[in-house]
């Protein structure tokens, strides 16, 4: 896998993102690529910007996007943790770093606009197999750091089973599933940085493990992707929390 960040304009409010992706992709695209966009131009470039900074509204924005949530008393370090979309994060995904003082949403349909950038680059490129996921970043716990995540994908299955498939001694597995759509947001991440690098796309190719698909995800393959805190493996960890409901759940 070979993994090519690309360095744009700096995005802001009024921007187009169908131009920056036109102006900073290459002017040929490999057929079977995957096209990672950071989530933070999407949502800039779509107006998802708040420029009241104050921590208490900050924490209203959050509760009003998030699913569920646990308030700043519920942990030792005085952070939101909320479950946004189906990801446990931070304060909704709301976040101030490169967002010239004003505070930035998660995109307001993360999977309507994977799938409309897919449209546009298959016609653009006139290629048949493209991938495409919008990307975040969240904290993992027990982990220190931060690592990607992907909020939308496009273009590909976003998971490879090894159900009923032998190990390399025979053995028939029963339970392995790849996370494949996060793995590439990860490795995504890592090369567009979380500072100031100014590299919000990158260009993954090479990619074996993908099986592409010339379509948009169907509502039931994005349905089975949704995991809830009691049908998780973790579920009794989550929920013994005192998990609030969002207005996002409603």
Not at 45 to 60: A, F, L, M, N, P
Not at 72 to 79: T, V
């Amino acid at each position: 896998m070979i993994v090519k960040s690309i360095k744009t304009k700096k995005v802001v409010a009024g921007d187009d993102l169908f131009e920056i992706l036109s102006s900073s992709l290459p002017k040929k695209l490999e057929d079977k690529s995957v096209i990672a966009i950071s989530s933070k131009i999407v949502a800039v470039t779509e107006g998802r910007i708040v420029d009241e900074i104050s921590e208490e509204h900050r924490d209203k924005l959050a509760i009003t996007e998030s699913e569920l949530y646990l308030p700043r008393s519920a942990n030792q370090y005085g952070y939101m943790i909320t479950i946004n979309r189906g990801v446990l994060l931070g304060s909704g995904g709301i976040d101030r770093s490169n967002g010239n003082g004003s505070m930035i949403l998660w995109p307001k349909d993360p999977q309507k606009s994977a799938n409309k950038i897919r449209e546009y680059l298959v016609r653009k490129y006139e290629i048949t197999n493209l991938g495409i996921i919008i990307t975040d970043s969240k904290s993992t716990p027990l982990r220190w750091g931060a690592t990607g995540v992907t909020l939308a994908h496009s273009g590909f299955r976003a998971l490879k089973s090894y159900v009923g498939t032998p190990d390399i001694f025979g053995r028939m597995m029963q339970h392995e599933t790849a996370n494949i759509y996060d793995a590439l947001a990860t490795s995504a991440t890592l090369e567009m940085g979380e500072g100031n690098e100014q590299k919000p796309i990158a260009i993954i190719t090479d990619v074996s493990s993908v099986d592409f698909q010339n379509r948009n995800p169907t509502k039931k393959e994005l349905d089975f992707l949704r995991l809830n805190i009691e049908t998780d493996f973790y579920a009794p960890i989550l929920t013994s929390a005192k998990w609030l409901p969002g207005r996002h759940n409603r």
